[in-house]
């Protein structure tokens, strides 16, 4: 502790008169020591530990007799740790107890014996004692670290190989646990092969009492079952106090990738030799006086010796006197320069190149010379025949009528007479020294980096790719080019070998034109081909051509009378000239040209042609400069007129006008059929009119008239009575032929919808329409799957018996269950018909036979009604095998399961 320093001392005394005599000790220590001195009567009264200042030192007073040391030492260090403690003992006699609770604290006074002095002596002691002890304990961390961190293996074992401390490095290798646990010994580490050479060595360590360096074994995982690999020990003795053997320790180094790296360098130089030999040239070291130290076999035999008694001959001696005077002046010159020399010579036919190679020492000077002889005769050879070469190709290059160039660092460097051509420059001096892209169109100039960047650095060739050039004079060439990675005059360069194709695009422009129109075309006749309504699909075919040729505008006209067309779709017009314009006369000129004589008109505002006096009248109404009229025809007659046209341009083109001209042929048929479908409906409408008159009128008149002739028949005596008779029956015939027109026209329009019905009701419903005990029947209680119009089959079935079966006849129904069907059978003991009536009485086709009677309406509507219920009508014999005795008709229905 350093003199004439402050020293911070904390006083815990509960004894107020001993706590002002430490003080007056403190303030008489003198000899350089100055205490600044903060009391306390008890450790809860000291300041917090953790504070700044903290203490220097602390005095603690204690007493045998009313304090327990322990717990007040303990609870001291706790709260002030790291300081040093000096405890003033007063009272009693010596406790062993009492003093063995002191432990922890750096000197211990009686209170009756303290001197300023002693106190002095004392404070600086503990100070002193304390920072050595921390100094120490951070130089054992500090090695502590070093040891555990340390990439090689340190160990310590006691006498039986157990370990007693293995680093960090240690417990990974060699697979020990980290916290201790289980017993792990050496010799478990060692391999079983190296084990006995290991404990041979231990033995020798333990009887010389030395150390073993560089003790070469295998270690491995505890277990054998991990890694092994090669290390160096160094081992040396561990003895106790006594100077007894207590066990050994040691550094583990893992000497694996040295081993590997000796591996690898003996196996470099083996193949260096092998490489040296293999190639052709003569390779040689020499030292800087001209002796060789290594040449490979092409050297040995060029002086006829063996390869291994080459090395040591001066190279000087080995030569001519002049050719070993110009090398010996080449090695001076590489030992003084430090830089490489090549030099030729000749060897007969042969022309050699020699390069001398510098190899530089660990000062920096030469120390040896790298020599290399190539027979350079072929190359030589080779270069001039491909001088030769290149002259042929240039004048192909030359004479190619494709242009042709070569571009060297972004600029172009070569271009044949037709490469200059394209380019509409006078000579190649134009065009040389430019760059490339100059003369590329700008929207391609990303492309062309590209191929150029990738031409330049990665050396491969571009696919074939289509672009545009610009020539000098400004104007766009369409051009097909594909490039290839050279090597021009000893500089990367790229040769592009192009192909003017602008006629070939014009071509391809006009074969996409032609495609797209026929796809407008495709699509109007689908449109045309489809289901929409005429004047829907009108507007949808008007649309397309407007829009996909480009028009502005367009209207159909459709003709309505001999005399008149009514505008029926329009696009793009102005509402005044569709108001205006809503009907025209189509002999009026200029439509007669187009109604009458099937004639396209193309009418442009050209400056040499301008347009009539009407023409402009239209082309002023719909703010137009051209517009064409085309016929839309069907069988070489013309039904209307497609009218388009443009506001800004002024002319047509002759694929447009071809193209309309078949618009209009294709749909001419469509619109045709259109307009006779709309003839159909309208006639379709005033069928259904004459039929509602049909069904309420005449119908109404019919049940008058069959009222007043049963008042008539009622009044009517002889012969006058049965007129009458026969007028209510036809007055019913024809009540029940309107009925059954209606229920045909209802199986036309209604949805069907069946649901259940009670067969009991509806047959007894339909007896009550005619006379007591006309029909014979017993109710059975089945429900069926019918509508409201399965009445209409029961009056039927039994108005034909009675009109046919003459003035006796009986009729009967039966209804009989099969396997989930009720069998209604009609049964009339009339005269019956023949097999092939049987099969033609429900058909359509003898409603126009004279021979029919009137039978097969009602007939025909019954079978209709069965099919809508999914069930079978058929006509047979009352009594089988005896058509005179009677018709049977059955037919059936679905039975309704709850």
């Known amino acids: 502790m350093p003199m004439n320093e402050t020293v911070s001392v904390l006083l815990i005394e509960d004894d107020p008169g001993d706590a002002t005599l430490v003080r007056k000790m403190l303030g008489e220590c003198g000899c350089g020591l100055h205490a600044q001195v903060t009391w306390c009567a008890c450790l809860e009264e000291a300041p917090d ?301 042969k022309e050699l190149v020699q390069t001398l190679h510098p190899v530089f020492g660990s000062e920096g000077g030469v120390e040896y010379i790298a020599a290399v002889a190539v027979d350079v005769t072929e190359r030589t050879q080779f270069e001039a025949a491909l001088r030769e070469s290149e002259e042929r190709y240039r004048s192909l290059v030359e004479l190619h009528p494709e242009p042709i160039y070569v571009h060297c660092e972004g600029k172009i460097v070569y271009a044949n007479p037709a490469g200059v051509a394209i380019l509409g420059a006078g000579k190649a001096e134009d065009i040389l020294d430019r760059y490339a892209l100059d003369f590329i169109h700008r929207d391609y100039r990303a492309v062309a980096w590209e191929r150029m960047r990738k031409g330049y650095l990665d050396r491969t060739a571009f696919p074939v790719t289509k672009e545009k050039f610009v020539r000098v004079d400004g104007k766009v060439v369409d051009v097909e080019l594909r490039t290839l990675p050279i090597i021009f005059e000893g500089k990367r360069a790229t040769i592009a070998i192009c192909r003017d194709i602008t006629s070939q695009k014009k071509a391809e422009k006009e074969i996409f034109s032609q495609h797209r129109h026929l796809s407008i075309i495709n699509q109007i006749i689908r449109v045309a081909n489809s289901s929409l309504i005429l004047d829907e699909m009108l507007e949808i075919i008007l649309t397309i051509t407007v829009d996909l040729l480009d028009f502005d505008f367009g209207w159909v006209y459709l003709k309505h009378t001999d005399k008149r067309a009514r505008l029926v779709a329009h696009h793009g017009v102005p509402e005044s000239f569709v108001e205006e314009n809503a009907t025209l006369v189509i002999r009026d000129y200029p439509y007669n040209v187009i109604f009458f004589a099937g004639q396209p008109r193309f009418v442009e505002n050209l400056p040499d042609n301008p347009p009539g006096m009407f023409d402009c009248r239209i082309l002023e109404a719909v703010d137009a400069l051209s517009y064409a009229g085309i016929p839309l025809i069907a069988d070489s007659v013309v039904v209307g007129a497609l009218y388009v046209g443009r506001k800004e341009q002024v002319e047509l083109s002759e694929r447009e006008k071809t193209v309309l001209e078949s618009v209009g042929k294709e749909i001419g048929g469509t619109i045709l059929r259109g307009m006779l479908q709309e003839q159909l409906e309208d006639a379709y409408g005033e069928m259904n009119v004459y039929l509602d008159i049909i069904e309420n009128d005449i119908n109404r008149a019919a049940t008058e008239l069959s009222g007043l002739s049963e008042v008539i028949s009622g009044m009517l005596l002889g012969n006058a009575e049965r007129y009458g008779q026969k007028l209510r029956t036809t007055s019913w015939q024809i009540s029940q032929i309107i009925t059954n027109v209606s229920v045909l026209r209802r199986l ?151």
């Open 748 to 898: 036309q329009t209604d949805p069907e919808s069946l649901e259940p019905i009670d067969l009991d009701s509806v047959i007894q419903a339909e007896m009550a329409k005619f006379p007591p005990d006309t029909v014979d029947f017993e109710p059975c209680g089945f429900t069926v799957i019918a509508d409201g119009m399965l009445a209409c089959v029961f009056t039927n079935l039994i108005d034909n018996s009675l009109r046919h079966g003459g003035p006796d006849v009986q009729i009967s129904i039966t209804l009989e269950e099969r396997e989930g069907l009720i069998i209604i059978s009609v049964e009339d003991t009339g005269p019956g018909i023949s097999d092939e009536e049987k099969h033609a009485i429900f058909d359509l086709s003898r409603l126009q036979s004279p021979k029919a009677g009137g039978r097969n309406l009602g007939l025909y509507v019954c079978r209709l009604l069965i099919d809508r219920y999914c069930g079978s009508i058929w006509a047979e014999d009352r009594v089988s095998g005896k058509s005179s005795e009677g018709l049977a008709i059955k037919f059936t229905l679905a039975r309704f399961e709850e």
């Open 49 to 349: 530990g953790c504070g700044d200042p903290r203490p220097d030192v602390i005095l603690l007073g204690l007493n045998r007799k009313t304090h327990r040391a322990g717990a007040v030492v303990m609870g001291v260090r706790a709260r002030f740790s790291g300081i040093p403690l000096i405890v003033l003992i007063a009272g009693g006699p010596e406790n062993g107890a009492f003093e063995q609770g002191l432990e922890g604290a750096q000197d211990c006074l009686a209170k009756g014996e303290v001197t300023p002095p002693l106190l002095q002596r004392s404070i600086r002691y503990a100070i002193d004692r304390n920072a050595a002890e921390k100094l120490l304990h951070r130089s054992r961390e500090h090695y502590r670290s070093l040891v555990e961190h340390t990439g090689d293996i340190i160990f310590r074992c006691d006498p039986a190989g157990e370990f007693l401390f293995l680093n960090t490095s240690g417990r990974a290798a060699l697979a020990c646990p980290a916290d201790g646990s289980g017993s792990a010994r050496i010799f478990h580490s060692i391999h079983p092969d190296d084990c006995e050479a290991f404990a041979a060595t231990l033995l020798r360590i333990e009887e010389s009492g030395g150390t073993i360096h560089n003790f070469e074994c295998r270690m491995q995982a505890q277990g054998g079952e991990g890694r092994t690999f090669p290390v160096l020990l160094n081992l040396s003795l561990l003895r106790d106090d006594n100077g007894d053997y207590c066990g050994f320790e040691g550094i583990a180094r893992d000497v694996t990738d040295i081993q590997q790296t000796s591996a690898a360098i003996l196996d470099c130089n083996a193949i260096l030799r092998v490489f040296m030999n293999a190639i052709k040239e003569k390779a040689f070291l020499l030292d800087t006086k001209g002796t060789i130290l290594a040449a490979n076999e092409a050297l040995s035999r060029t002086f006829s010796l063996a390869s291994d008694t080459i090395a040591g001959n001066s190279m000087y001696s080995l030569l001519p006197q002049d050719a070993a005077g110009q090398v010996r002046a080449y090695v001076e010159q590489v030992v003084d320069t430090g830089n490489s020399v090549s030099f030729e010579e000749k060897d007969g036919k």
